[in-house]
């Protein structure tokens, strides 16, 4: 599982300029010091979005807590296998998720 999620997460990374993959162990992506998405050890993909984001993506996939090491990550939403598949949707909410921390204060 780990091989194929990794691939999929490289190449919709790779689709977008904005983004960098980082991370060797655990890879995620970051911008303006935030990160706003992550593979955890558990082989699951979260991504950090606005409320806003939230609801319109708990309506189309119903949107379940993102966990990294036993905590509960705020403002993550963890991607379902089905959205996997998608790489085009999935795409968009990882562009969703860089425009929302773009938006908060640097750090």
């Known amino acids: 599982m780990r091989e194929a999620i990794l691939k999929i997460y490289d190449e919709v990374v790779a689709t977008n300029p904005n983004f960098e993959r980082k991370g060797k162990t655990m890879p995620y992506t970051s911008a303006n010091g935030y990160m706003f998405s992550l593979i955890s050890k558990d082989d699951e993909l979260g991504i950090r979005l606005s409320k806003e984001a939230t609801i319109e993506f708990d309506k189309a996939f119903g949107a379940k807590p993102f966990k990294?090491?036993?905590?509960?990550?705020?403002?993550?939403?963890?991607?379902?296998?089905?959205?996997?598949?998608?790489?085009?949707?999935?795409?968009?909410?990882?562009?969703?998720?860089?425009?929302?921390?773009?938006?908060?204060?640097?750090?």
């Open 68 to 107: 990294s090491h036993g905590a509960t990550m705020r403002e993550y939403v963890l991607i379902p296998e089905s959205l996997l598949a998608d790489q085009e949707t999935l795409g968009k909410y990882l562009q969703k998720g860089y425009e929302h921390v773009m938006s908060l204060p640097p750090k």
